[in-house]
């Protein structure tokens, strides 16, 4: 089971951007797909971005353009870069890791971002 730390959340004005990290304990450099998630206040959890162990990505609709997921499994970490913040952005943010080979999902604390003006 995979331990995550997220961080990199904040506020940001509309329009601005963010970073966030997710440290993996243990090796990522196989075995795992990495994902981004986000619940905001009073909505379910929803997908935000994902990344495969081959590096294939895949990315909701409305962060499409926007964000961009990468890993660098030499230093265990996935981050999520984020331009072109909007309002409706506000959210926890959490780091997922899917174990392939028994579909297990390891999730972390989550970190906060909010957009406002």
């Known amino acids: 089971q995979a331990q995550l730390v997220e961080s990199g959340g904040g506020s940001v004005q509309p329009g601005g951007s963010l970073r966030l990290s997710c440290a993996a304990s243990?090796?990522?450099?196989?075995?795992?797909?990495m994902g981004w998630y986000r619940q905001a206040p009073g909505k379910q959890r929803e997908f935000v971005a994902r990344?495969?162990?081959?590096?294939?990505?895949n990315y909701a609709d409305s962060v499409k353009g926007r964000f961009t997921i990468s890993r660098r499994n030499a230093k265990n970490t996935v981050y999520l870069q984020m331009n072109s913040l909007k309002p409706e952005d506000t959210a926890v943010y959490y780091c997922?890791?899917?174990?392939?080979?028994?579909?297990?999902?390891?999730w972390g604390q989550g970190t906060q971002v909010t957009v406002s003006s």
């Open positions: 997922s890791a899917r174990k392939i080979s028994n579909d297990f999902y390891s």
């Open positions: 243990g090796s990522i450099l196989s075995g795992y797909d």
């Open positions: 990344i495969t162990s081959d590096g294939s990505t």
